[in-house]
T-cell receptor, first 110, second 113 residues
Framework: SQQGEEDPQALSIQEGENATMNCSYK?????LQWYRQNSGRGLVHLIL?????REKHSGRLRVTLDTSKKSSSLLITASRAADTASYFC??????????FGKGTRLHILP | KAGVTQTPRYLIKTRGQQVTLSCSPI?????VSWYQQTPGQGLQFLFE???????NKGNFPGRFSGRQFSNSRSEMNVSTLELGDSALYLC????????????FGPGTRLTVT
């Protein structure tokens, strides 16, 4: 079974709207990361949030982490066509393995 | 600074053959990790090497192996290829542990026929 699972599996929104995707995991983690993958740039690191942090910002990205619920959310504000991609959460479990979720496919409509 | 490079980019092999994939990490990065990506299973961790030592291993059969050289370059080998090994194989490097920010290469697309 997957350690990290993103929700929803797919999301379509209008350009300019905000996009929110969630990640749930099963075991305790050291940190959680979000990555983006599109055909043009491959897999790119977006943001890392440590287990003792609750919120982190990077440009138009906001990540929250709730360790009591074992969940994280990624918010992309003012979406652009270039944000069309798959988004993955990756968790660093206690034995230092990196486990990726299956991703959320985000499509920004013009 | 040059990014992570992987060779070859595309590969077609026949069942039963073996294959070796290569990865050159970003200069100064000592950790190299390998992942298999398929539509059905998503991104799955294969193994991580740090300073020529395998530091961690995913749940893959022994047909999958790897090594890291003193210059941090890494190779991954798959023996006795099966149809199910068809996938995108991604290499990632990081300065320290793989749990830190990883930089991914473009991947090697392996097709087994």
């Amino acid at each position: 079974s997957q350690q990290g699972e993103e929700d929803p599996q797919a999301l379509s929104i209008q350009e300019g709207e905000n996009a929110t995707m969630n990640c749930s995991y099963k075991t305790s983690i050291n940190n959680l990361q979000w990555y983006r993958q599109n055909s043009g740039r491959g897999l790119v690191h977006l943001i890392l949030i440590r287990s003792n942090e609750r919120e982190k910002h990077s440009g138009r990205l906001r990540v929250t982490l709730d360790t009591s619920k074992k969940s994280s959310s990624l918010l992309i504000t003012a979406s652009r066509a270039a944000d069309t991609a798959s988004y993955f959460c990756a968790t660093d479990v206690r034995d230092d393995k990196i486990i990726f979720g299956k991703g959320t496919r985000l499509h920004i409509l013009p | 600074k040059a990014g992570v490079t992987q060779t070859p980019r595309y590969l077609i092999k026949t069942r039963g053959q073996q294959v070796t994939l290569s990865c050159s990490p970003i200069s100064g990065h000592r950790s190299v990790s390998w992942y298999q990506q398929t539509p059905g299973q998503g991104l799955q961790f294969l193994f991580e090497y740090f300073s020529e030592t395998q530091r961690n291993k995913g749940n893959f059969p022994g047909r999958f192996s790897g090594r890291q050289f003193s210059n941090s370059r890494s190779e991954m080998n798959v023996s006795t290829l099966e149809l199910g090994d068809s996938a995108l194989y991604l290499c990632a490097s990081s300065f320290g542990r793989a749990s830190y920010e990883q930089y991914f290469g473009p991947g090697t697309r392996l097709t087994v026929t």
